[in-house]
């Protein structure tokens, strides 16, 4: 049986990234710069906004210095409006408690924005204690250092722990980290995240199965 489990947040806990990128398209625009949803969720979903900020100065978005903190700030604001929590996360949480199998929450995210997501779902009481966030600790994924300082404090050796991921930097953090990865994908082509070692989910319910639970 695992010895622990890693959640990533955004598209994993909470249903965020389509609002989060809804937010990132119309405030490009506004900079010249035209993509799809479709486009930014393919490039942005599991990245940094710093990395969304390179990117899109690279592609010609006439971004200012300070518009990482105010793309946050607008990004925040959205969310706040309120976001859903992942079909059947509830209930695996639920589980691994009964099951006395620790857990844990790492996100390339800030806090800040955490403390939104998970906090109007009821969700942070359960993760603010073993909340690991790329702002703080100085790494983001794809480098696997997140997920490792994320299971240091259990003393749980990473052949022991699975990661549930929904991104390409997730899935790859994951197996440099010598992780076991669930890629969470509701609908669509999983393949892309198969080939880079994960095995891919449909539905939070198909875990337990997963884990031996």
Known sequence: MTDLVIFDCDGVLVNSETTANEVLVAN????????????????????????VFATARQMGADLP???????????FARLAEGVAVMPGVVELLDLLE??????????NGPPEKMRITLGQNGLWERFEASMVSAHTHGVAK???????????PFGVSPD?????????????AASAAGMRCLALVPQGDGAHLETLGAEVI?????VPGRIGL
């Not at 022991?160 to 790859?172: K, Q």
């Open 28 to 51: 490009l625009a506004g900079y010249g710069l035209n993509v799809t949803l479709e486009e930014s969720e393919r490039m942005f979903v599991g990245g940094t906004i710093h990395g």
């Open 65 to 75: 210095d300070g518009w990482v903190d105010a793309i946050y700030q607008e990004i």
């Open 98 to 107: 009964a099951r006395g199998v620790p857990y844990c929450v790492a996100s």
């Open 142 to 152: 794809p480098d696997p250092g997140l997920f490792l300082q994320a299971a240091a």
């Open 160 to 172: 022991r722990a699975v990661v549930i991921e929904d991104s390409r930097n997730g899935v790859m």
């Open 202 to 206: 449909r539905h939070m319910n198909e």
